[in-house]
């Protein structure tokens, strides 16, 4: 089975600190992706990635960014965390998008709250 | 930009009724997927879609490509299969960004 965690499952935060969210893949994906979840929204892509070192920005990447030193890692950085970061955030993996798309697979999810 | 509608926004139902979620969207897709979100987060795939149907156990998912219209089903509901409801689809070549999501439909099966 395809096991995606994130290094934490709650976090609290104080306005203005540096956030770090990791995430793992244990399914040697070339693809990951950072979301954010927030009521009325639905999933809104942050940034994404297709290899090592590589990365591209989402929908929504302001306020945010990323680091892939590893394939099986990719963590999402809050440089300086503002309370309308305070959100769900969720990583995914996949194989490499073909063109019928490939089945993501979903961490638990962070939920983060800043103060 | 592609936009993807899901409808209802919330349903609830009593235990055994037939359940039918609705997904349109904008842009010709290679492929549709459907997830299932928990109270705590977690989300699983239940299905990806390119053509016609298809059926794993008490769900069933249907998509309509001329039409840009998917349904998921769920027979015989149980109140374990209230969950969140997700529509995703990707844009024909790939698409730089991956999956497009609808907002997700709130099931409520009471006992």
């Known amino acids: 089975d395809v096991k995606v965690t994130q290094s934490s499952r709650y976090l609290v935060k104080r306005t203005g600190e540096k956030v770090f969210l990791e995430c793992v893949q244990d399914?040697?994906?070339?693809?990951m992706f950072w979301y954010r979840q927030d009521p009325g929204l639905g999933l809104r892509l942050i940034y994404f990635s297709y290899d090592v070192k590589m990365k591209e920005k989402g929908d929504i990447p302001e306020g945010y960014s990323v680091s892939r030193e590893k394939k099986e890692r990719f963590s999402l950085i809050l440089e300086s965390a503002s309370t309308n970061q305070t959100s769900m955030y969720l990583c995914?993996?996949?194989?490499?998008?073909?063109?019928?798309?490939?089945?993501?697979?979903f961490g638990p999810g962070t939920r983060l709250t800043v103060l | 930009k592609n936009e993807v509608e899901q409808s209802p926004q919330n349903l609830t139902a009593q235990e055994g009724e037939f359940i039918t979620i609705n997904c349109s969207y904008s842009v010709g897709i290679s492929a549709l997927h459907w997830l299932q979100q928990h109270p705590g987060g977690g989300i699983v795939s239940l299905f990806m879609?390119?053509?016609g149907k298809k059926k794993h156990g008490r769900l069933i998912a249907t998509i309509n490509i001329q039409e840009k219209h998917s349904s998921l089903h769920i027979t015989a509901s149980h109140p374990r299969d209230s969950a969140v409801y997700i529509c995703?689809?990707?844009?024909?070549?790939?698409?730089?960004?991956?999956?497009?999501f609808g907002k997700g439909t709130h099931l409520i099966i009471q006992p």
């Open positions: 995914a993996s996949s194989l490499p998008l073909s063109g019928r798309g490939d089945t993501q697979y």
């Open positions: 399914m040697d994906h070339e693809n």
């Open positions: 995703a689809v990707l844009p024909l070549g790939g698409g730089a960004d991956g999956l497009t």
């Open positions: 879609l390119s053509s």
